[in-house]
């Protein structure tokens, strides 16, 4: 996770998430952070996270499960 600029207590946060690589069995996801900036009614990109998730065969973890 990196964190560009402090985050303010009292604005909404908006969260947004898309997905940035999808391979056979895997999905990696970055998430962005952005806060509403007082003076110029504008978002701002607070952070960013990458996630990278796996998936495997309920009835055998030892198996990959192929993601769509």
Known sequence: ???FKHLV???DLTITAY?????RSSIEVQLDLWQ???DKQEQELKA???FLMVARD????????VVP
């Open 36 to 38: 509403a900036d007082k």
């Open 48 to 50: 960013t996270a990458l």
């Open 19 to 23: 997905p940035t690589f999808a391979g």
């Open 9 to 11: 207590n009292k604005r």
């Open 58 to 65: 309920s009835h055998d973890r030892k198996k990959a499960y």
């Open 1 to 3: 996770m990196n964190f």
